[in-house]
């Protein structure tokens, strides 16, 4: 697990991969910080995470997906991590964490902001940390997505069209279930309401407002988990067929 | 070392590897010869856990490829037809990502130093995969597959695109690593296989159609003796008189190469030296024999006559000669089904 996770994120800096996901993250965090905080004269970052910066982050997930499955694939260097001794379980965690670390990186950008606010006002400290932690098991959700996604094609261009399209779905399960919730009977209000729970940026409301929900986490590490499971699981499967 | 037995792999209907059975001992270098399409990829991909077979068992030193993965690959290299390698490393980066991968427990310095002057990349070490020559990331490739020093190597068409010196050097680099390994090596070029491996199997529509050590296999195919013969005769006379020598069977007018002379296609029965009664035959009318050629039966005319056979009629079985392994002659496989178009679902496979 170790090698390949070392290769991965070496890799995402050999050929510039990280240096394009600083780079996006941080333009397009920095022209909503300025617009949305800096511009509004608040230390409130809550709307920057909870809600702009989920697209930057939609983003930088997409491209780390086309790297994950697709182009080892495409390369045929699939072969030599499937023919070797090592476990798959052990390739997709190694590659899940590799793409954990240079997400977590990428979200470290923010902490230029937070003091930019020190240097103006007084950063609300437990609300930024809330932030972080939201941010940091919203993304480890997101990348067992992106690592799905990835494992079931073999283009990696299919593969971060897949992983934005899911997570856009994602964030669209709420209007479709405010939408029934006016529609269905009252005995199937259960199903608008299961459907608005899909949305993984829904359940970052409360880290948003200083507050770490368990049931949030739970959610947030039940789905990466289920992710990881049935990326190992996928990639087995593409054995037998 | 490797017995495989009944190994098939489906895909959905189309059968691209139909009821295997082999044997490979210590220490042999096997040539696994077969067209394009025919399932040699698919068997290599099978025998090296990458993908997965719809029936039958493959055990690697006693260890059961599905059972215990991580032991029975534990004594595998692996080249594939296209290297595994990343583009965006060193070799030597690289090397050291295999080696890790492959749990080596060799001293890393030392180990790697070594297999890069068997494979003659020393020099390369250094330089980014990328800017290698084909011929050079070939090698780098059986770096890779030598890493953890393995009893079996398995190659994957080792030469394709290769330039003529580079496939000196990779046929020889093959020999050389053949003295102290089992090599399974595929192909489609037939003078590969005729020169580096001792044993052939071939295979045609996922069927075994012949398993034989390789001069068994010219030697029973050389049905009859075959010669060109160039003789100072009048053209018109050559093929009656010809003919009627005693265990002569066919005789054919190839062309006229030089001025006065006919160049004849001459085929007499296996036992019979037709040379003798030829010179005599020619002697006494006076006729000059100029040149004479026997005309060998290659790898090539043996495996069009199999690929041929199979590929018109259901097989039997292998053919298998020179008492290799008994126990493969007596594990036929079975007969061929009839949908066995697998050619393109065998390239999306590879």
Redesign the interface.
């Known amino acids: 697990m170790?090698?390949?996770f070392?290769?991965e994120l070496?890799?995402y800096f050999?050929?510039a991969t990280a240096y394009v996901l600083f780079a996006i993250y941080a333009f397009l965090s920095a022209m909503f910080f300025c617009y949305f905080v800096f511009l509004e004269n608040t230390s409130f970052m809550g709307n920057l995470f909870g809600v702009w910066l989920f697209f930057v982050e939609i983003i930088v997930v997409s491209i780390l997906a086309m790297r994950f499955f697709s182009e080892e694939k495409k390369?045929?260097?699939?072969?030599?991590?499937?023919?070797?001794?090592?476990?798959i379980s052990g390739i997709v965690l190694g590659k899940y964490l590799a793409g954990m670390v240079l997400y977590i990186a990428c979200t470290l950008i923010n902490l230029v902001y937070v003091f930019i606010i020190d240097m103006f006002g007084t950063p609300d400290v437990g609300t930024i940390f809330t932030n972080f932690l939201g941010t940091f098991l919203l993304g480890a959700a997101m990348i067992s997505i992106a690592l799905f996604v990835s494992s079931m094609t073999e283009n990696p261009i299919v593969a971060a069209g897949g992983t934005a399209a899911a997570f856009i779905l994602l964030m669209m399960a709420d209007i479709v279930a405010n939408f029934l919730a006016s529609k269905v009977p009252q005995w199937l209000m259960w199903l608008p309401r299961g459907l608005a729970n899909l949305n993984l940026f829904h359940w970052f409301d409360s880290f948003s407002g200083g507050i770490i929900p368990l049931t949030a986490v739970v959610f947030y590490i039940s789905v990466a988990a289920s992710f990881l499971f049935l990326t190992a699981r996928v990639l087995e499967r593409r054995?037998?067929? | 070392m490797i017995e495989v037995t009944g190994l098939t792999k489906r895909?959905g209907k189309k059968t691209v590897v139909n009821n295997l059975t082999f044997t490979v001992r210590r220490g042999e270098i096997i040539g696994f010869l077969g067209p394009n399409g025919a399932g040699k990829s698919t068997t290599m991909?099978m025998l090296?856990?990458?993908?997965?077979p719809?029936v039958g068992s493959i055990r690697i030193n006693g260890y059961n490829l599905l059972d215990a993965?991580?032991?029975a690959?534990?004594a595998?290299g692996?080249l594939?037809e296209?290297p595994?390698?990343?583009?965006?490393?060193t070799v030597n980066?690289y090397l050291n990502?295999?080696f890790?991968?492959?749990?080596c427990e060799f001293p890393r310095k030392e180990h790697l130093n070594e297999i890069c002057e068997v494979v003659r990349i020393s020099h390369v070490r250094h330089r980014m995969i990328r800017n290698l020559s084909k011929g050079y990331r070939q090698r780098v490739g059986f770096a890779?597959a030598l890493i953890?020093d393995p009893q079996i190597l398995i190659l994957d068409e080792p030469t394709v695109g290769l330039d003529p010196k580079e496939i000196v050097e990779i046929r020889t680099l093959i020999r050389k690593l053949g003295q102290t390994r089992t090599v399974i090596l595929s192909s489609h070029v037939l003078s590969e296989i005729q020169s580096t491996c001792e044993r052939v199997m071939i295979i045609n529509e996922g069927i075994l159609v012949a398993d034989a050590l390789t001069e068994d296999l010219a030697r029973s195919a050389a049905a009859n003796s075959r010669y060109i013969v160039r003789i100072a005769a009048p053209e018109d006379q050559v093929v009656p008189v010809l003919s009627a020598i005693p265990g002569m069977l066919k005789v054919e007018i190839q062309g006229v190469m030089e001025a006065g002379t006919v160049d004849v296609l001459v085929e007499a029965e296996k036992d019979v030296d037709i040379r003798r009664a030829l010179f005599e035959e020619c002697a006494k009318r006076g006729w000059y024999i100029l040149v004479i050629t026997p005309v060998g039966v290659s790898l090539e005319d043996i495996f069009l006559q199999l690929v041929e056979q199979t590929s018109s009629a259901s097989a039997d079985g292998p053919l298998t000669l020179g008492g290799k392994d008994d126990k493969d002659s007596e594990e036929k496989p079975a007969p061929a089904e009839e949908d066995t178009e697998n050619e393109e679902k065998e390239d999306d496979a590879q």
Do not use: C, H
């Not at chain 1, 390369?75 to 476990?87: A, G």
């Not at chain 2, 595994?84 to 490393?89: A, I, S, T």
């Not at chain 2, 890790?100 to 749990?103: E, Q, R, T, V």
């Open positions: 170790m090698s390949v070392k290769r070496v890799g050999k050929n390369n045929r260097t699939d072969q030599l991590l499937y023919t070797t001794p090592v476990k054995r037998w067929r | 895909y991909n090296t856990g990458y993908t997965a719809t993965p991580e032991k690959k534990a595998i692996y594939p296209i595994p390698l990343y583009m965006d490393m980066e990502f295999v890790g991968l492959k749990k890779q953890n």
